[in-house]
């Protein structure tokens, strides 16, 4: 059975302090590893996919990174809009397979 | 591109009643559908698979005869919360995805029972 952990459960940062979120995994196999920022209330929001071991996704102050065992997800000075919490989740290899979350990281930055 | 739509976004309902909230791919056709709940400072729990035209795939424990999933067209899923009690009390959320593309998800629907 696919796992996903998350870590830390919460995160607070100040304003600027730059940090890496953990989303560790155990799979029988990788067809992706996603990352996905939810606010409150809302549906998450699609960051990134990741696809084999050594790749790299940049968008703005974000930046996934993916190994054999885990992905990290950078925060390059992050801005109190950054707040949210982030989901890391796994997609075995079958066509329109499910996905597997972990319980997310809540990030709190503080201007 | 690949904008899933969720309604309602909110709905209140009475113990014993039924709700339904729908869910549409707006820009684009998805076979396959998921549906999602989500407790409070909980990660997203897969409830069922939607699929166009077929039976949907329901995960352990999930009460199939509760939530009712309809798929009848490539753009649009249904979610029959039946006899709701205030446990059903939740965030739901659907998702979708293109042939090859990421799950892009609703803005969720939060029931209220009472």
């Known amino acids: 059975e696919d796992q996903v952990t998350q870590s830390p459960e919460a995160l607070r940062l100040q304003e600027g302090e730059s940090s890496s979120l953990n989303c560790s995994y155990t799979v029988s196999g990788l067809r992706g590893l996603f990352w996905y920022r939810q606010d409150p209330g809302k549906g998450p929001e699609f960051l990134f996919t990741l696809y084999s071991a050594g790749e790299e996704k940049e968008k703005e102050r974000l930046k996934a990174t993916l190994t054999k065992k885990e992905s990290f997800l950078h925060i390059t000075a992050p801005k109190p809009e950054d707040s949210a919490t982030y989901l890391c989740?796994?997609?075995?290899?079958?066509?329109?397979?499910?996905?597997?979350f972990g319980k997310g990281i809540t990030l709190s930055v503080r201007p | 591109g690949a904008v899933v739509s969720q309604h309602p976004s909110w709905v209140i309902c009475k113990s014993g009643t039924s709700v339904k909230i729908e869910c549409r791919s707006l820009?684009?056709?998805?076979?396959?559908m998921f549906w999602y709940r989500q407790f409070p400072k909980q990660s997203l729990m897969l409830m069922a698979t939607s699929n166009e035209g077929s039976k949907a795939t329901y995960e352990q424990g999930v009460e199939k005869d509760k939530f009712l999933i309809n798929h009848a067209s490539l753009t649009l899923s249904t979610l029959t919360v039946t006899s709701a009690h205030p446990e059903d009390s939740s965030f739901y959320i659907c998702?979708?995805?293109?042939?090859?593309?990421?799950?892009?998800f609703g803005n969720g629907t939060r029931l209220t029972v009472t």
């Open positions: 998702s979708a995805s293109a042939r090859g593309s990421p799950l892009h």
């Open positions: 820009d684009f056709q998805a076979t396959t």
């Open positions: 989740a796994v997609q075995p290899p079958e066509a329109n397979s499910k996905l597997t």
